[in-house]
Nanobody, 120 residues
Framework: QVQLVESGGGLVQAGGSLNLSCEVSGRIFSINAMGWYRQAPGKQRELVAAITSGRNPNYADSVKGRFTISRDNAKNTVYLQMNSLKPEDTAVYYC??????????????WGQGTQVTVSA
């Protein structure tokens, strides 16, 4: 069984920073790509940032230059450093990981979500 446990969300004023963490645990063979998604009320869930197993990152245009995704493969953990936060960044942020299990098949898992609220 696989679990993704997130932490680091909270309330911050515009211009502030938060760092999100997501640790993967359970019976896995390896972790492929990992990423962060977010969903604001009344909006679709959108990709914020993703990172390959080789630590190659990609970002949504709306967060480029402000957010940094990274991963520690030894700790099975992905991070999202969020700087210069804006009110429009307010959303529930979800960790995502594509995981290869011992069977050799790949599956996508989601974290429970963590609320990020940015006040003006």
């Amino acid at each position: 069984q696989v679990q993704l446990v997130e932490s680091g969300g909270g309330l911050v004023q515009a211009g502030g920073s938060l760092n999100l963490s997501c640790e993967v645990s359970g019976r896995i063979f390896s972790i492929n790509a990992m990423g962060w998604y977010r969903q604001a009320p009344g909006k679709q869930r959108e990709l914020v940032a993703a990172i390959t197993s080789g630590r190659n990152p990609n970002y949504a245009d709306s967060v480029k230059g402000r957010f940094t995704i990274s991963r520690d493969n030894a700790k099975n953990t992905v991070y999202l450093q969020m700087n210069s936060l804006k009110p429009e960044d307010t959303a529930v942020y979800y960790c995502n990981a594509n995981i290869r299990k011992l069977t050799g098949y790949d599956y996508t898992y989601w974290g429970q979500g963590t609320q990020v609220t940015v006040s003006a």
